[in-house]
């Protein structure tokens, strides 16, 4: 059977009706059509399923005119990427111009020549659709790439895993921390996914560690100290070449942050306050709470309500005093998460 050809559709915009009407019987035969009288109602079409392949946009309009409403197609994710060709009665240079830098493609004068419109309509639709596919294409390779990075610093991370901290669900208990207390600020869903996929990743600089440092069960020396202290900058090492994945990203700014301290105290760079990545801050405060109330060679096991304590006091001190607020609200869901992914679990 013959696969049928879905028509792309063209958002026609124009206060004018009798313009809207030229338009639509020059494109109607070859493209699914859609109007609008006024800015803002384009903006409500535009950003509604199905979204239009293309917008002719007039500019002098009542209300919003053509270049602010290029504007906030440009600022809105849904539509920044839908292709804008101005349609006005206005032929100054530096009207055209200004079209240009709010962001429209093209520039079709009134009035318009049926010829020109088409081919410009078809150019912009076939040049949109081409740069689709290879998004499409750079996202696959992108995201196979990013699978198997990740698996491979995951691997390591459970070597670290299982080496220095005791086997157990260590890293995925960090995860769930992480993601409740970012949840709860309010980030971004996108940013919580981030955070929740990087976190497994933050002390991959203890690759660098002896073991003998690792595993000490008493004081660490001076020079021990020293040595044990350089594994946010070997992480951040390890990750350096990064930039360009942003899970690996994130993973970078946690391993290199999460030692640090809100009053200042904390290393590699001893920063203050808010000059802490917010990750590192959120990490601060999980990684903490996960040692406190985990079986580690070279400390005693505090309790919940000890360990709750603990990060309390530190508000202000070690902690951002607003995280510190949030993991109190947050406290049952904590140990909801605790509980669930208990060590003791693998001993039943």
């Known amino acids: 059977m013959k696969k049928v050809q879905t028509k792309q559709t063209i958002l026609i915009v124009d206060d004018v009706k009798e313009n809207i009407a030229l338009l639509n019987e020059l494109l109607s035969e070859d493209y699914n059509i859609v ?10 079409l535009a950003s509604n399923a199905p979204q239009p392949d293309l917008i002719l946009l007039d500019i002098l309009m009542p209300g919003i005119d053509g270049y602010e409403v290029c504007q906030r197609l440009k600022a809105n994710d849904l539509t920044k990427n839908i292709p804008v060709i101005f349609v006005s009665a206005l032929h100054d240079e530096l009207d055209e111009e200004k079209g240009f830098n709010s962001g429209g493609l093209d520039f079709v004068n009134k009035p318009i020549k049926p010829l020109i419109v088409k081919a410009r309509v078809k150019t912009h639709l076939a040049l949109s659709q081409q740069n689709k596919v290879l998004e499409d294409k750079v996202r696959e390779r992108t995201a196979s790439l990013e699978m198997s990075h990740l698996e491979t610093l995951h691997g390591l991370t459970k070597v670290i895993g299982c080496s220095n901290e005791g086997k157990g669900f260590h890293l995925i208990r960090m995860s769930h921390y992480a993601y409740r207390i970012a949840e709860e600020m309010g980030m971004s869903l996108e940013w919580c996914d981030l955070l929740y996929k990087a976190t497994p990743l933050y002390d991959i600089g203890k690759i660098g560690i002896p073991e003998s440092i690792l595993l000490k069960p008493g004081k660490l020396t001076a020079d021990e100290r020293k040595i044990m202290e350089s594994h946010c900058e070997k992480g951040s090492e390890i990750l350096e070449n990064s930039d360009d994945n942003s899970v690996l990203k994130m993973a970078r700014s946690i391993a290199l942050y999460h030692h640090e301290k809100y009053n200042g105290e904390g290393y590699p760079f001893a920063l203050v306050g808010d000059d802490i990545p917010v990750e590192g801050r959120i990490m601060a405060v999980v990684n903490v709470f996960d040692a406190l109330t985990s079986v580690r060679p070279y400390k005693e096991i505090s309790s919940d309500d000890e360990a709750l304590e603990i990060i309390k006091q530190e508000s202000g001190q070690h902690f951002d005093p607003e995280i510190v607020s949030i ?17 003791a679990s693998l001993d039943e």
């Open 35 to 44: 109007a609008a009288l006024n800015g803002e109602k384009a903006l409500r």
């Open 327 to 343: 993991f109190v609200h947050q406290w049952q869901e904590i140990i909801k998460i605790k509980n669930r992914f208990s060590d």
